[in-house]
């Protein structure tokens, strides 16, 4: 499951960060779908000093909505990718749920995921965090 490199003019580049990331997003949709989920929303921003942003959100098949973050990480060196996401970044990604949650008429229930992509290696984490105290 390597990611190619980018040829260029001047011979093969290494791939961005934003590439990787991508790659790894693309990675994660399509283990998630395979298990059952449906795409609501990719990449979801809110605007503003402080906001967040969701990789990706999804429909469990029980109505659950699915808050994903998703971290790529070439070893797992210094806890891996799944160690990556700080309370910082938990605490913005719950900001940007409440903030997608408020332009629903009922809220359904949620959890927030985080998949780890690393080396060959998916690992899907359900209910990796929740929004307590934040």
């Known amino acids: 499951m390597g990611i190619p490199?980018?040829?260029t003019g001047s011979g093969p580049q290494p791939p961005t960060t934003k590439q990787l990331g991508d790659r790894a997003e693309d990675l994660a949709l399509a283990h998630l779908q395979r298990a059952g989920l449906r795409l609501l929303e990719r990449n979801y921003r809110t605007a503003g000093r402080g906001g967040g942003e969701i990789?990706?959100?999804?429909?469990?098949?029980?109505g659950t909505c699915v808050f994903v973050e998703v971290r790529h990480r070439a070893s797992s060196s210094h806890g891996g990718a799944a160690a990556s996401v700080s309370w910082a970044k938990q605490k913005r990604i719950v900001f940007a749920a409440r903030h997608?949650?408020?332009r629903l008429r009922?809220?359904?229930p949620c959890r927030f995921d985080v998949?780890?992509?690393q080396a060959d290696r998916i690992e899907w984490l359900p209910g990796a965090f929740d929004a307590d105290g934040m």
Not at 55 to 62: E, T, V
Request: charged share 20%; hydrophobic share 55%.
């Open 106 to 108: 009922t809220p359904p």
């Open 5 to 7: 490199l980018v040829k």
């Open 115 to 117: 998949v780890a992509v």
């Open 100 to 102: 997608y949650l408020m």
């Open 55 to 62: 990789d990706l959100i999804m429909r469990a098949p029980d």
